[in-house]
């Protein structure tokens, strides 16, 4: 006899750790067709995800936990399916949020400003800084589980990836898709840098709408066109008035003149059809130099662009008397010098939208700067197609109309790839003292390459942080070299992300991988939604609702914060979180441990059966010299097989979240709430019973931990591996003699063809299912002790065979009396002092005396026969529409099949009221 006992409760705290460093020792993480290695096949085609690289210097939150959960959860099914899958790491150096961490640094420590330090110096220090803190966001995506090849780890400013981001700017410049020059872009004051769109966060704020007076030139008339803004300040860079062509009233005015307040410019009134005129008053002053629509209509018209803030945002000379004011102060005293020269109308409170710095917080201002940017449209039209045509696949498919919507030329804008940073790759372009000209290169130059001259100076700006990130799922392959991870990793296969950033960096790998491989980056693009908090609320630290998922993991274990998280995701749908949900998933983890843990303790009971010459057949999972399954087997064999194909498809359809729903309620309310208790009755049994029964457990228990590895891999792999060897140290050992050293690399179960017998050990089970239920809630309705076993008398038609065979298990389970319990086809009468129940073709009478109140019981019996009429009256109506045509005809008949049901359930409920007159 061997014994194999588990800990009475799942101790994640001593097990995560342990089972990380088995899995990374053995080298399982790495792909099983590595083209370095000998003997590999270039013709099995591999499954491949790039992760979404955190920012080097951050910290995890649920945004990681969840990309790094669902990764994971593609990379484990894939590998158990025995493909050859990996998953890249990696981290970015997000150039403005670890170099403001650096400056904040050394104001704190040395009190001195990057300015005061020097470049040279400051990246001396933000290195540093990197490597100290730089594992910090790796080791907490350990913790959840992620099984990437670390060996692969890249890092977007390491050499390799350095070099494929110069060799993209030379090829895109030399191609005429790279240029220089002034073009409106938002612009981060306090951060002193260009700032990208995902850069900018919105956040709707109460301000004020201003309605003022332009009047018509010559000063000396009175008649004003009024118009209204929500930031007076710019009104010194206006440089024309528009109005729709078809506003009548004031199609007058265009082609006249009007006088800029204070300033005493005059600028011309337009026409242009973007005006709307149901706006404010239906004239629109036009600031090309500080509002994006704006700038646009500055170019149809050609309009001067004045820009009036500096890089501090405050004003400029073109301010006239204003020069030097921050903003803010600008808007004050020029709303108020308008005031006293009669030229204001009114003010307003208005919600606005204002744009500030993720980063720093302040509002963005739109300004025109001379930056480098991407002419994207080229590399736009290419990427439109390769989802159209169906090389990429976006999932949920609703999502390629987003993408469209961006990616269409009339609405896509040059990408500014320019940043005022030190941190980041620098921009290899360099500018000669002496003809002007610039010089791009691969390799640093010593001199021009226009003159030749030595006086050549780099330009100090570096790359947007997307533009490094955009090359990811082919340079961190080794790209532009041909490498053989190149050759055979890329196309990947998978790009699992936010929604959120669809455009800002999804749209961004596809332009890049067409341009510079000639094939898109992967095939498949899977969206994740936002979560949010129990209430639906954005998480947010004003709100005091966010979660930190380091704090989950401590108390809970990485398995239940997983599994929450997947289980509660649909694709491109946000999901509301709760610490509820998290404490139920660790109670699921503890039912998953107490289940394995009756199954490994069973095991090691059985009796020796070699003195017996039983022998097993491990190919076709038939014992000899043993009993056939029992009703409780078959049916929980069959469930699993329509588990199996029902998680299969979910799988195949990318529903994630509700294959894990599927196998969580099949292993708490069917394999561990009703196998494992009838489990326990057929292993007191002994014997040929026992090891019957044992080698269902094992097999049931096998599946549904190998299915659910991928959601919860901690828990799995520790109580797989106590099974196996449990399995292995009994007289069934045959069963567990193919199985790997490890969960991880099982194989998944695949569907199994239906063999005919399954519906009907469902249907046989579910009678005995609903009988148990019927009886236990009579006895709680009742309030009969849990330990008090009652009579009970059947009356059970056609059915009695069944239920005489079942008879133990449902005397069990509902808590009859065996000593005073019958089994007959039908009954003469019923019995008096009895409460009577319908399941189906069965009738139970159980004897309740002092608790029968015949009021009561009619008024049950008949809630009960209404409820079977209207279920028969829906019935019938399916039935007979256009439904028992179109529809398959199996699910036709199962509906055919419920009407019998409830018919017969019907005329017993009706009979028994009519017992009771």
Same mark, same amino acid.
């Given at each position: ?86 998953? &890249? ?137 009024? &118009? ?80 009036? /803030? ?63 940017? &991407? ?53 290899? &372009? ?46 961190? /392959? ?212 026992? /090891? ?226």
């Amino acid at each position: 006899m061997n014994q194999h006992n588990l800990p009475k409760t799942y101790d994640f705290e001593n097990t995560e750790e342990r089972i990380y460093e088995l899995w990374e020792e053995g080298g399982y993480f790495r792909p099983t067709n590595d083209p370095n290695e000998p003997g590999h096949d270039p013709t099995r085609k591999p499954y491949v995800i790039s992760i979404p690289p955190p920012n080097v210097t951050g910290e995890l939150h649920l945004g990681h936990a969840m990309v790094v959960s669902m990764e994971d959860l593609m990379i484990r099914y894939q590998r158990m399916k025995g493909i050859p899958t990996l998953w &890249v790491p990696g981290s970015d150096h997000a150039g403005i949020a670890t170099q403001l961490q650096v400056e904040k640094f050394l104001l704190r420590t040395e009190e001195m400003t990057r300015e005061e330090i020097g470049r040279e110096k400051f990246l001396e220090h933000t290195w540093n800084w990197k490597k100290k803190y730089g594992g910090i966001i790796t080791n907490q995506i350990r913790r959840l589980g992620a099984s990437c090849d670390w060996s692969r780890e890249r890092f977007t400013l390491d050499e390799g990836l350095s070099r494929a981001v110069r060799e993209a700017f030379v090829r895109l410049y030399e191609k005429g898709l790279i240029y220089r020059g002034p073009r409106l872009i938002n612009w981060s004051p306090g951060l002193k840098t260009a700032v990208s769109d995902l850069e900018v966060e919105y956040s709707e704020e109460q301000g004020r709408l201003y309605y003022f007076k332009y009047m018509l030139a010559p000063e000396t008339s009175e008649v004003f066109i009024p &118009v209204a803004t929500t930031r007076p300040e710019t009104i010194l860079g206006d440089t024309a008035v528009a109005v729709h062509p078809e506003d009548e009233r004031y199609q007058q005015f265009i082609g006249k003149k009007v006088i800029v307040p204070i300033l005493g410019r005059e600028i011309p009134v337009i026409a242009d059809d973007y005006v709307n005129l149901e706006f404010g008053t239906g004239a629109l002053k036009i600031t090309p130099g500080h509002d994006p629509n704006d700038f646009e209509i500055g170019e149809r018209h050609g309009l001067e662009i004045i820009s009036v /803030l500096d890089e501090s945002a405050r004003v400029t000379a073109r301010g006239g008397p204003y020069q030097g004011q921050d903003r803010f102060e600008a808007r004050e005293n020029l709303w108020a010098d308008m005031k006293a020269a009669g030229l204001t109308i009114k003010e307003e409170e208005y919600t606005l939208q204002l744009p500030r710095s993720q980063r720093g917080g302040e509002i963005v201002e739109p300004m025109v700067s001379t930056q480098w940017f &991407v002419d994207i449209k080229p590399l736009a039209e290419k990427a439109i197609a390769a989802v159209r045509d169906g090389r990429i696949k976006i999932i949920p498919e609703h999502f390629a109309k987003v993408y469209y919507n961006w990616m269409e030329p009339e609405r896509i804008r040059d990408w500014c790839i320019s940043r005022q940073l030190w941190w980041g790759h620098r921009i290899p &372009v360099w500018y000669c003292d002496d003809c002007g000209e610039p010089t791009v290169a691969r390799e640093d130059p010593t001199e021009c390459a226009h003159c030749g001259s030595m006086n050549i100076q780099q330009d100090p700006d570096v790359l947007d942080t997307w533009f490094s990130s955009g090359l990811w799922p082919f340079s961190t /392959l080794g790209w532009p070299d041909e490498t053989p991870d190149l050759k055979y990793f890329y196309p990947t296969t998978m790009m699992e992300t936010g929604y959120d950033i669809l455009f800002f960096w999804v749209a961004r790998m596809i332009m890049m991988g067409l341009e510079f491989t000639g094939d898109v980056p992967f095939s498949e693009v899977y969206l994740h939604g936002l979560i949010r908090d129990e209430h639906g609320r954005k998480m947010s630290k004003s709100y005091g609702n966010v979660i930190d998922p380091l704090e989950v993991i401590d108390e809970m274990g990485t398995d239940a914060l997983r599994f929450t998280l997947l289980v509660g995701s649909a694709p491109g749908n946000d999901m509301n979180l709760s610490l509820k949900k998290v404490k139920a998933n660790r109670n699921f983890a503890n039912k998953i441990w107490n289940a394995t843990r009756f199954v490994v303790t069973e095991l090691g009971k059985l009796v020796d059966w070699e003195e017996q010459s039983t022998t097993y057949q491990s190919t076709n999972y038939q014992f000899t010299n043993l009993p056939t399954y029992t009703l409780a087997d078959s049916w929980i064999w069959a469930r699993l097989r329509s588990l199996r194909e029902t998680v299969n498809r979910l799988f195949e359809n990318y529903q994630y979240g509700e294959a894990g729903r599927q196998i969580y309620d099949f292993f708490w309310n069917e394999f561990a709430d009703w196998y494992v208790e009838i489990a326990k009755l057929q292993m007191a049994n002994g014997a040929a019973s026992a /090891l019957r029964t044992a080698e269902a457990l094992i097999r049931v228990l096998d599946t549904c931990l190998r299915m659910l590895h991928p959601f919860t891999p901690f828990v799995t792999e520790e109580l797989w591996g106590r099974l196996k060897q449990a399995v292995l140290d009994s007289p069934l050992a045959a069963l567990a003699k193919d199985w790997p050293e490890v969960l991880m690399i099982a194989p998944w179960p695949e569907s199994e063809e239906i063999e005919g017998w399954e519906d009907q050990a469902i249907a046989d089970f579910s009678l005995v299912q609903e009988i148990v239920r019927a009886i236990r809630n009579l006895r709680a309705e009742k309030e009969v002790k849990p330990g008090a076993r009652i009579p009970a008398v059947f009356a059970c038609g056609e059915a009695a065979a069944i239920i005489e065979s079942q008879a133990s298990i449902i005397t069990a389970l509902a808590r009859l009396d065996t000593k005073r319990f019958s089994i007959q086809k039908s009954l003469p009468a019923r019995p008096a002092d009895h409460i009577a129940l319908v399941v189906g073709p069965v009738e139970i009478y159980l004897p309740l005396t002092g608790l029968v109140d015949v009021a009561e019981e009619r008024a049950r019996l008949e809630k009960e026969y209404a409820e079977a009429q209207s279920q028969i009256v829906r019935l019938e109506k399916l039935l007979s529409s256009p439904f028992a045509e179109k529809a398959p005809q199996d699910v036709v008949q199962n509906e055919r099949d419920k009407l019998t049901s409830f018919e017969e359930t019907a005329a017993k409920l009706k009979a028994q009221i009519e017992s009771l007159a």
